[in-house]
C-alpha cells in the first residue's frame, strides 16, 4: 500500500485532535513510523496481528473468564500500530504528573493529620466525612517517609485543541502497567527495527525502580527486607500483572492466607517455618486487607494486618484511606490543592465538574444532558456512567431520578472527545480515540515516572469509552527522546 | 519458599508426570488393540485408570475409551483435566517456574484443547495426536532441565516428579496383571507393559531372554538403570529430600528421612522371593500405601499452611 493510500481511508472526525495527521498532512513525528509502515503490503499487516494475537495466546498474557465452571482464555484486544508522543509533550506530561502527585500526597497526610485544608476553608469538611473512602482508621497514622501514593496512575485525555487534561488520578490499586511492558515487547516482534530507528524511549526500569522504593520504605534494620506482592489469587482478571510484576522484580508473590499475624509483626509461611515481612505492595482492595478492621467477611486480606501497620512493623503500599483523593468529587479540588500547598498553578488542566449538591449544577447540567457524562463519584472501570449524548430520554430520567436520591454520590462533566490515533482495524487504518495512563512511582527520594504508558483504545468505531470492560483495548505507547 | 507455593509446584509435576505417563500408556494400548490384541479390554483401563464414581459403562470402544481418558471435561481422571490442573497450579506459581517453563505448559493446555487434537483422537488418527502431546510433555522436561535454578522449587518439583513415576508405574503394572487374569497372553502383555513404560529397548538388551515375568517384576521394581523402576524412583525422592536439611526444623526432617529410609529398605528387602503375579500383588499394595504415607507427610510436615 503506498503512503497516500493508506492515508486516503484515514478520514478524522471533525472536532477531533487527531495525534497523526493536522489537515491531511502527517505531524513529524510521526513521519518516520509511517513511512516504513507504507512499505508493509496490508497482507502483511494482517499476518503481524495474528501473530501478536498468538504471541499473547502462547505466552499466556491473558484473562480467565469463568462460565460453567470452565476457564475460557481470553486476550485483551491490542492494536498492533503505537502510539507516538513527542519529547517536548512527554516533559509538559511528566512536570504535570509529578506536580499533581505531590499536592495529593501532601493532601493525603493534611486529610489524616491536622485538616489544615478544611480549617482554611479550601474544601468543605462536608465533602472530605461524607467520602466513604475516608478511613477513619488512617486518622494520625504516621507512614513511613509521609508517602501515601506510591503507586499512581493518572489517566490523561486531549481535547480538541491537542491539549492534555487529567481525567481520573488513580491512587489506590491502580494496574495495567505489565500491558505497558508486554506491549512493548509485542511491537518488537511485530514491526522489527522500527523501536531503535525511532529513537523511542525504553520502559524497561519499572520494575527495578519500583522495587528500590519498595526496598527503601522497609522499617527493619535489615540489609535484605522482605517484600511481598500481595495477590487477591488466580481468579483476579489482573492476576497476570500481580505474577509478571513479582516475577521481574524477584519478589514472593503471596495470598491472605500465606500471611498470619503474631505480636503485631506479619510472617509468611515457608517450608522452613515462618518468616517476617516488611514490605506488602498489597492488590487487594483497603476493604478487603484485613477482617478485624475492615469487611468481616472478607478472606483475601489477614486479621491483624492492619494493628501491626499502625505500629510501624511493616508497610502497605498504596498507603490505606488514598480512596479519599481519587474521589471524583474531590477532583474538581485538586487544582485548588496545588495552590494551597505548593503555590503553583497546575500545569495540567482538570475536566470542569459539576457536583450534583448543588442544586444549579443539577439544573444545569439536566438542561445540557447531550453534551454531559454523568458519573459515580464512587466507580471506575466506567461502570455507572451515564453519556448523555447517546441515552435515551428514558434512561436520563431513570437517572436522574438515582442522582436526586444520593446527589452526593454523582458528578457531571461535558463530554470531552478524546483524541484520535491510528488503528489497524478490518484490514485497513483507522482512527480510534485514546487515553493515556502513565504510571508515577513515588519513593523516599521523589517521584519518578518511566516515559511510557498504557494506551487505551476504544476499539468501536466513534466510542469513547476505553475501558478494557467495556470493549476497549490497548497499544503500545512510544515517547520519543 | 511458600508453603503453598510448594505444595503447587510439587503438584504441577504430579500431574504433568501423570499426563507423561498415561499418555505413553494409552498410546502403547491404542497400537495393542489396533494390532496384536484383538479384543482388548477398554473397559478395564476406564476404571482401573479412572477414579469415576458414577458407573461406567458396561463396554467400551477404542473412541469411547480415548475420549473417557483424554478429552471429557467432567472426568477428574481425564489428561485435559491433568493438564488443566498442571496448569492452573502453574499460573499459581508463575514466579517460581520460570517464564519458560509457564509458556511451555500453557502451549500444552492450548494444544490439548485444540479442535485438531479433538478431530485426531475421535476422528483421525490417534497416534499423531498422542506424539504431539508427548512432544509438549518432553519440551516440558528439557524446559525444566535447561531454565529452572537448583533450589528449593526444583527440589519440590522433583520429589512429586518421582513419586507421581513410582505410583503410576505401580498402577500401570497392576492393571497388566488384571488383564492377564483375563487370560491374555503373559509374553504379549508384558511386552506392552514395558512399552508403555518405555523400557522394552532396554529388557532385551539387559535381560537378553524371552520376557519372564520374574524378570519383568525385577526390571520394574530393582533395576537401577531403569528410569521407571520404583527403587530408582525411590532413590531419587531420597536424593532431593536430602537437600531440604538445610532449610527445615529438624524435627520435620528427622521424620521424613525416617519414613523414607523404611520404605527403601522395605522394597530392597522386604519383596517376594520368587515373582509371579500373584506373590506381586500384595507387595505392590504395600509399597503403594507406604509411598502414599510418605507424601501424606510431607503435606503435613512442609506444605500445611491453613
Known amino acids: ?481 | 519458599m511458600l508453603s503453598r507455593v510448594a505444595d503447587a509446584v510439587f503438584w504441577m509435576a504430579r500431574y504433568m508426570e501423570r499426563t507423561d505417563n498415561i499418555l505413553r500408556a494409552l498410546r502403547t494400548n491404542y497400537i495393542a488393540s489396533q494390532d496384536e490384541i484383538q479384543h482388548f479390554n477398554w473397559k478395564l483401563w476406564v476404571d482401573g485408570l479412572g477414579a469415576n464414581t458414577k458407573p461406567s459403562a458396561q463396554q467400551y470402544t477404542y473412541r469411547e475409551a480415548l475420549y473417557e481418558l483424554m478429552l471429557n471435561r467432567e472426568n477428574d481422571t481425564s489428561v485435559l483435566t491433568y493438564i488443566s490442573r498442571a496448569r492452573e497450579n502453574a499460573r499459581s506459581v508463575q514466579d517460581y517456574v520460570t517464564k519458560e517453563v509457564w509458556q511451555c505448559m500453557n502451549d500444552y493446555y492450548h494444544l490439548i484443547r485444540d479442535k485438531r487434537t479433538e478431530q485426531l483422537i475421535m476422528h483421525g488418527d490417534p497416534v499423531t495426536a498422542f506424539d504431539d502431546l508427548l512432544r509438549e510433555s518432553t519440551l516440558f522436561y528439557g524446559t525444566v532441565d535447561i531454565t529452572m535454578n537448583r533450589g528449593e522449587g526444583y527440589t519440590f518439583l522433583n520429589l512429586g516428579k518421582y513419586t507421581e513415576r513410582l505410583l503410576r508405574a505401580l498402577d500401570i503394572l497392576e492393571l497388566k496383571i488384571k488383564e492377564m487374569e483375563n487370560h491374555e497372553s503373559e509374553a504379549v502383555q508384558w511386552k506392552f507393559l514395558l512399552y508403555a513404560l518405555s523400557g522394552y529397548e532396554f529388557h532385551t538388551k539387559f535381560y537378553r531372554n524371552a520376557l519372564s515375568t520374574e524378570n519383568v517384576i525385577h526390571q520394574i521394581f530393582m533395576n537401577l538403570q531403569f528410569p521407571h523402576s520404583v527403587l530408582y524412583c525411590l532413590l531419587q525422592v531420597e536424593r532431593y529430600f536430602k537437600r531440604l536439611d538445610v532449610i527445615s526444623l529438624p524435627e520435620n526432617y528427622k521424620e521424613m528421612e525416617f519414613l523414607l529410609g523404611r520404605a527403601i529398605s522395605n522394597l530392597r528387602y522386604g519383596s517376594p522371593e520368587k515373582s509371579t503375579t500373584s506373590t506381586i500383588k500384595p507387595f505392590i499394595d504395600n509399597t503403594r500405601t507406604e509411598i502414599k504415607a510418605l507424601s501424606q507427610k510431607l503435606a503435613i510436615l512442609y506444605f500445611g499452611y491453613s
Not at chain 1, 446527589?407 to 482512527?431: E, K
Open chain 1, 1 to 481: 500500500m503506498s503512503f497516500t493510500s493508506l492515508l486516503a481511508e484515514y478520514t478524522t472526525r471533525p472536532n477531533v485532535w487527531d495525534e497523526m495527521c493536522a489537515q491531511g498532512e502527517i505531524r513529524d513525528h510521526y513521519r518516520v513510523f509511517f513511512e516504513s509502515l507504507s512499505q508493509v503490503s496490508p497482507a502483511e499487516l494482517v499476518r503481524k496481528d495474528e501473530l501478536a494475537k498468538k504471541l499473547f495466546m502462547s505466552q499466556g498474557v491473558t484473562f480467565t473468564v469463568y462460565s460453567d465452571g470452565e476457564g475460557i482464555e481470553k486476550i485483551f484486544p491490542f492494536d498492533i500500530i503505537p502510539r507516538i508522543i513527542t519529547a517536548a509533550e512527554w516533559r509538559h506530561i511528566e512536570a504535570g504528573i509529578k506536580q499533581r502527585i505531590k499536592a495529593l500526597n501532601i493532601f493525603l497526610k493534611d486529610i489524616y493529620h491536622d485538616q489544615f485544608i478544611i480549617k482554611d476553608g479550601v474544601i468543605p469538611a462536608a465533602l472530605i466525612h461524607s467520602c466513604s473512602n475516608f478511613l477513619r482508621e488512617m486518622v494520625n497514622v504516621q507512614v513511613p517517609f509521609d508517602i501515601y501514593t506510591h503507586i499512581s496512575g493518572i489517566d490523561l485525555i486531549r481535547d480538541s485543541d491537542g491539549s492534555f487534561y487529567v481525567l481520573e488520578d488513580n491512587l489506590r490499586t491502580p494496574s495495567g502497567v505489565s500491558y505497558m511492558l508486554e506491549n512493548r515487547s509485542m511491537t518488537y516482534r511485530v514491526f522489527p527495527g522500527l523501536v531503535p530507528s525511532n529513537h523511542v524511549q525504553s520502559v524497561k526500569d519499572y520494575p527495578d525502580l519500583l522495587l528500590k522504593n519498595l526496598l527503601a520504605i522497609s522499617n527493619r534494620q535489615n540489609s535484605q527486607p522482605t517484600v511481598v506482592l500481595l495477590t487477591p489469587g488466580i481468579y483476579n482478571s489482573a492476576y497476570y500483572e500481580h505474577t509478571t510484576l513479582a516475577r521481574l522484580m524477584g519478589v514472593e508473590l503471596v495470598e491472605g492466607r500465606d500471611l498470619v499475624v503474631d505480636n503485631a509483626k506479619v510472617y509468611m509461611k515457608t517450608t522452613a517455618g515462618l518468616k517476617q515481612v516488611d514490605v506488602i505492595y498489597r492488590r487487594v482492595d483497603d476493604e478487603f486487607i484485613d477482617p478485624l478492621i475492615f469487611n468481616p467477611m472478607s478472606i483475601l486480606g489477614v486479621s491483624g494486618l492492619y494493628y501491626a501497620y499502625r505500629q510501624g512493623n511493616v508497610a502497605i503500599v498504596n498507603a490505606p484511606g488514598n480512596g479519599v483523593a481519587d474521589d471524583k468529587a474531590v477532583y474538581p479540588f485538586v487544582p485548588d490543592m496545588i495552590k494551597y500547598y505548593l503555590n503553583e498553578e497546575p500545569i495540567l488542566k482538570t475536566v470542569p465538574t459539576y457536583a450534583m449538591e448543588n442544586p444549579e449544577h443539577l439544573k444545569h447540567v439536566f438542561e445540557n444532558i447531550h453534551k454531559m457524562v454523568i458519573k459515580k463519584t464512587n466507580e471506575s472501570g466506567g461502570y455507572g456512567m451515564l453519556m448523555g449524548s447517546s441515552a435515551t430520554d428514558q434512561q436520563i430520567a431513570a437517572y436522574r431520578e438515582e442522582v436526586e436520591k444520593h446527589p452526593r454520590h454523582f458528578i457531571a462533566q461535558p463530554i470531552i472527545s478524546l483524541s484520535s490515533v491510528p488503528c489497524f482495524i478490518n484490514n485497513s487504518i483507522q482512527p480510534r480515540h485514546v487515553d493515556l495512563r502513565p504510571f508515577a512511582l513515588y519513593g523516599p527520594q521523589g517521584i519518578e515516572i518511566v516515559p511510557g504508558g498504557l494506551t487505551r483504545v476504544a476499539l468501536r468505531e466513534g466510542s469513547l469509552v476505553v475501558n478494557s470492560s467495556q470493549g476497549g483495548g490497548s497499544k503500545d505507547t512510544w515517547i520519543l527522546s
